[in-house]
C-alpha cells in the first residue's frame, strides 16, 4: 500500500514559467517530508526539505509548502530552468525516523 | 572531495544464490542507508547503519542484512535470491544518524539483476 503517492507520472513546462509537483500522504503520523531529484544514471539529490511544525519552507528557486489537514504538499520551482529536467521524488518520515517511504516520481522535463 | 561510490556498479545473479554489495561513503561521513529501487515499489528504505550498529530497518525480509565496518564501509548481503530482488540498489551517506533528517548524499547504485 502506497503510503506516499505522486499522482503525476509527467509534467512538462516552458522555461522560466512555474513548475509545480504535487505530493499526497495517507500516514497521519509522518512529521518530516522531503524532495530529491534524481538525473539517470546518478543517484538522487536532495533538494529541501519541510517539518510537520511549518507549512511553507524556501530555498532559492525551489519552495515546499506542506497542508497537513489535506495530507499534501508540493513542491514548487520558480523560474523553471532546463537543468531542472529530471525526475522528482517525494519523501515522507515516521516519527522517530524509523522508515523513510518514498513517492514513485514525476518526471519533470522543462521546455526551452 | 570523493562522492559516495558503489561496488559494483552492475551484477547478474541467478536464482537462489547470494549477493554483497559495497559502499564506500564520503570521508568523514558515519551513516549509511541502503534504499531498493524498482519500477513496481518505486524507492524504499532497507536500513540504516551509523557506528558499526544497524540503527533502524525498513520492510524487508531477513534475506536482507547489512553491516558497516570501523571506516564507516557498509555491505549489503542478499541471501536466496528470489527474480523480484531484481532492483536498483542505492547507499546514501551522511554525517550523522537519521540520514535524511541531515543532508545525505547518494551513490550512483548497483543495479542487480536476479535471473
Not at chain 1, 39 to 54: H, M, Q, R
Not at chain 2, 49 to 73: D, I
Not at chain 2, 78 to 104: H, I, K, M, P, R
Request: aromatic share 12%.
Amino acid at each position: 500500500d502506497q503510503q506516499v503517492k505522486q499522482n503525476s507520472p509527467s509534467l512538462s513546462v516552458q522555461e522560466g514559467r512555474i513548475s509545480i509537483l504535487n505530493c499526497d500522504y495517507t500516514n497521519s503520523m509522518f512529521d518530516y517530508f522531503l524532495w530529491y531529484k534524481k538525473y539517470p544514471a546518478e543517484g538522487p539529490t536532495f533538494l529541501i526539505s519541510i517539518s510537520s511544525i511549518k507549512d511553507k519552507n524556501e530555498d532559492g528557486r525551489f519552495t515546499v509548502f506542506l497542508n497537513k489537514s489535506a495530507k499534501h504538499l508540493s513542491l514548487h520551482i520558480v523560474p523553471s530552468q532546463p537543468g531542472d529536467s529530471a525526475v522528482y521524488f517525494c519523501a515522507a518520515s515516521d516519527t522517530g525516523a524509523n522508515n523513510l517511504f518514498f513517492g514513485t516520481g514525476t518526471r519533470l522535463t522543462v521546455i526551452p | 572531495k570523493a562522492g559516495v561510490t558503489q561496488t559494483p556498479r552492475y551484477l547478474i545473479k541467478t536464482r537462489g544464490q547470494q549477493v554483497t554489495l559495497s559502499c564506500s561513503p564520503i570521508s568523514g561521513h558515519r551513516s549509511v542507508s541502503w534504499y531498493q529501487q524498482t519500477p513496481g515499489q518505486g524507492l524504499q528504505f532497507l536500513f540504516e547503519y551509523f557506528s558499526e550498529t544497524q540503527r533502524n530497518k525498513g520492510n524487508f525480509p531477513g534475506r536482507f542484512s547489512g553491516r558497516q565496518f570501523s571506516n564507516s564501509r557498509s555491505e549489503m548481503n542478499v541471501s536466496t535470491l528470489e527474480l523480484g530482488d531484481s532492483a536498483l540498489y542505492l547507499c546514501a551517506s551522511s554525517l550523522v544518524a537519521g540520514g535524511w533528517y541531515n543532508e545525505q548524499f547518494f551513490g550512483p547504485g548497483t543495479r542487480l539483476t536476479v535471473l
